[in-house]
């Protein structure tokens, strides 16, 4: 079992910066991705960006790609999400999630834990 616990959502301007964090705890989470998900007001969880706890190089959806970067701290058991250059359609709530494989998938339905997810809104 793992549990998952987001924070650092807010409300933000247009261009401003943001970094979420998400701790796990449980059993073995080296043999867990983590990933980031998100789901805007009315609209389907989508797939942002995910990291093996093992190692090796975040996964990301093309959306993001290159505003958002995902990082992990092996020794706090947390990843983190920085958010760049934020835009209103960034308002969503976001949340993390966990699957017990190495390597990071693009699937909601792989992950087997989810956060309670932390609300982000984009607004002047």
């Known amino acids: 079992q793992v549990q998952l616990v987001e924070s650092g959502g807010g409300l933000v301007q247009p261009g401003d910066s943001l970094r979420l964090s998400c701790k796990a705890s449980?059993?073995?989470?080296?043999?867990?991705?983590m990933g980031w998900f998100r789901q805007p007001p009315g609209k389907e969880r989508e797939f942002l960006a995910a990291i093996s706890l093992a190692g090796g190089s975040g996964a990301y959806a093309d959306s993001v790609n290159g505003r958002f970067t995902i990082s992990r701290d092996i020794a706090k058991s947390t990843i983190y999400l920085q958010m760049n250059s934020l835009k209103p359609e960034d308002t969503a709530t976001y949340y993390c999630?966990?699957?017990?494989?190495?390597?990071?998938?693009?699937?909601?339905?792989?992950?087997?834990?989810w956060g309670q997810g932390t609300q982000v809104i984009v607004s002047s």
């Open positions: 449980g059993r073995a989470l080296s043999n867990y991705a």
């Open positions: 999630a966990a699957r017990h494989r190495t390597t990071p998938g693009v699937g909601a339905a792989s992950y087997n834990f």
